[in-house]
Structures are given as C-alpha cells and as structure tokens.
C-alpha cells in the first residue's frame, strides 16, 4: 500500500472543527499506527533527496503544531537538523516573524533568528496544505534567515483552496489531494 492509500485509509474528517463549516483532517490515527507512520515519514522524507537517494538539504523546518510531529522524524531519516517555527511569543529568544491569513483567521509565526545557517537548504514539511499561508509564511522567514526552501512535503493538499498558487514555484510534494 502506498501512502496516499494509508492515508485515505486512517486520516478522519471531524466537522465543524475548529469552528463551524470547518473540517478538520485528524491525523492522529496515521500518527498510532507504526507501520503507517514509518511509511508517512519515508514518503515526506522524499522531497529532501535526489534520486540517488542522497539528502539535499541541511535542514527541515516543521511548522507548529502538527508539523513538528512528521519534521522531526522526516530530519532523522534525512540525517538533518529540525528547526521549529513556532506560534508568536513561544520562541524564548530573538525571532524573526512572519503574518499570514489562515483558511478561517490570521496568525503570526516565528523561527529564532540563528536557527538557520546562511546558504542552508532547507525542507519545509508540514501536515495540510490549505490556503498556502503557512507555507508561505515559512519561507519569508527562512529567506530572512539567509537561507534557501529548497522544496515542502505536505501529508495533504486542499486543491480547493489554491494553496500551491500562494507558495508560488516551490517544488512541493502532497501524498494526499482532496
């Protein structure tokens, strides 16, 4: 089975959450299964190789919060470092921060300002691909970084909410499109 079918398998639609009209992707039985999460993780692991398999990039940054759960394993399979970009006041140093428009509100984030070496090549990885906003978000900061978002690897993709037209031409990678 491959991971677009595991996750067509296990993700769960909830309704009306956070709020109503809104339905959330719970990931949370992908996450219980091992089988299932070994084969997520080498799937959005992909993005960060060429096709020799070799890793071609120093970093992976996973947005809070679900993104943090598949970054981190996703830099371990690649042999790379795992930067988080949190939520507006989480990070205890200096942050660069970034606004963005969510599919129902607005949010800041923020990434340390020394997460990032300049000239990294960095894999953003992160659980939905909604509006795009996170996604973008992302990248501005690790420009300011002085780095460069060589790719994104996203578990899912709502194409109806055009959110590969935000993040313009960066290379991304979806195991899912609903």
């Known amino acids: 089975m491959g991971a677009r079918e595991t996750l067509e398998r296990l993700v769960v639609d909830v309704p009306d959450f956070p709020e109503p009209g809104v ?6 039985p992908v996450l219980a299964d091992h089988a299932a999460l070994s084969e997520i993780v080498e799937a959005l692991a992909a993005a960060g190789r060429d096709e020799s398999g070799s890793t071609v990039v120093d970093a992976v940054v996973g947005m809070e ?5 598949l970054a981190a394993p996703v830099a371990l399979a690649l042999g790379a470092g795992f930067v ?3 939520k507006a ?3 205890p140093r200096a942050a660069y921060a970034e606004s963005y428009d969510l599919e ?7 990434m340390h300002e020394d ?9 953003l990885v992160d659980d939905v691909l909604a509006t795009g906003g996170t996604v973008a978000a992302t990248v501005r900061l690790v ?3 002085g780095a460069v978002a060589v790719a994104a690897s996203v578990l ?3 194409s109806f909410l055009a959110g590969r037209e935000t993040i313009g031409d960066l290379p991304l990678t979806s195991l899912l499109t609903v």
Request: aromatic share 8%.
């Open 143 to 145: 420009e300011r970084a």
């Open 23 to 28: 339905v959330f992707k719970d990931i949370t």
């Open 115 to 123: 997460a990032l070496a300049p000239g990294a090549r960095v894999l």
């Open 156 to 158: 899912m993709e709502l």
């Open 89 to 91: 006041g989480k990070l």
């Open 65 to 69: 919060a679900r993104g943090f759960i």
């Open 104 to 110: 129902y509100g607005q949010a800041t984030l923020e």
């Open 84 to 86: 988080p970009v949190r």
